[in-house]
T-cell receptor
Framework: SAVISQKPSRDICQRGTSLTIQCQVDSQVTMMFWYRQQPGQSLTLIATANQGSEATYESGFVIDKFPISRPNLTFSTLTVSNMSPEDSSIYLC????????????FGQGTRLTVV | GNSVTQMEGPVTLSEEAFLTINCTYTATGYPSLFWYVQYPGEGLQLLLKATKADDKGSNKGFEATYRKETTSFHLEKGSVQVSDSAVYFCALEREYGNKLVFGAGTILRVKS
């Protein structure tokens, strides 16, 4: 299995500010994924973070709003920029299981509240 | 496109009752199918999976069978426990590399 650590676990932020969420994995992985879980809703994929190249964003998500870094095979960050109350969600980092491509592991998530 | 539809919750059962949570999907090709569980205060965990038609995934007394003909992957357990109280998500793998499409989630509450 893969152990994923996310920081911070939760935060309350003022609108107009930005928050960077960190995701650290205990083993090297090719792809890391960032999801958003809005209150009472399911998880939606924001983007795929690939080491050595730009992140690939899903429809409805843009780099200016959610810049992503992937400096190495065990770490990624997601920044939520110029926040508004609509950005209040749980943000989750996910990785594929090393050596097997049909199982994903998730971090515990970052609960963000924008006031 | 790809989508997953789950029965709405919350589902409230008494301990030892039989559980079914319905899940149907729409997808191109034959995706892998998953059930994930989110216990209170914890992260998402894989509960079970099936990678091809007629496969049965099972774990912790839960089972789900990949039914291509009905495009379904219903979750069942013969006797639920209070500790099974959680949110259950049905998901499909959109393409190679774990791009998952999730259903809306079903809250399960088990009373003692």
């Amino acid at each position: 299995s893969a152990v994923i650590s996310q920081k911070p676990s939760r935060d309350i932020c003022q609108r107009g500010t930005s928050l960077t969420i960190q995701c650290q994995v205990d083993s090297q992985v090719t792809m890391m994924f960032w999801y958003r879980q809005q209150p009472g809703q399911s998880l939606t994929l924001i983007a795929t973070a690939n080491q050595g190249s730009e992140a690939t964003y899903e429809s409805g998500f843009v780099i200016d709003k959610f810049p992503i870094s992937r400096p190495n095979l065990t770490f990624s960050t997601l920044t939520v920029s110029n926040m508004s109350p609509e950005d209040s969600s749980i943000y989750l980092c996910s990785v594929e299981r090393p050596g097997a491509y049909t199982e994903a592991f998730f971090g515990q998530g970052t609960r963000l509240t924008v006031v | 496109g790809n989508s997953v539809t789950q029965m709405e919750g919350p589902v409230t059962l008494s301990e030892e009752a039989f559980l079914t949570i319905n899940c149907t999907y729409t997808a191109t090709g034959y995706p892998s199918l998953f059930w994930y569980v989110q216990y209170p205060g914890e992260g998402l965990q894989l509960l079970l999976k099936a990678t091809k038609a007629d496969d049965k995934g099972s774990n912790k007394g839960f089972e789900a069978t990949y039914r291509k003909e009905t495009t379904s992957f219903h979750l069942e357990k013969g006797s639920v426990q209070v500790s099974d109280s959680a949110v259950y998500f049905c998901a499909l793998e959109r393409e190679y590399g774990n791009k998952l499409v999730f259903g809306a989630g079903t809250i399960l509450r088990v009373k003692s």
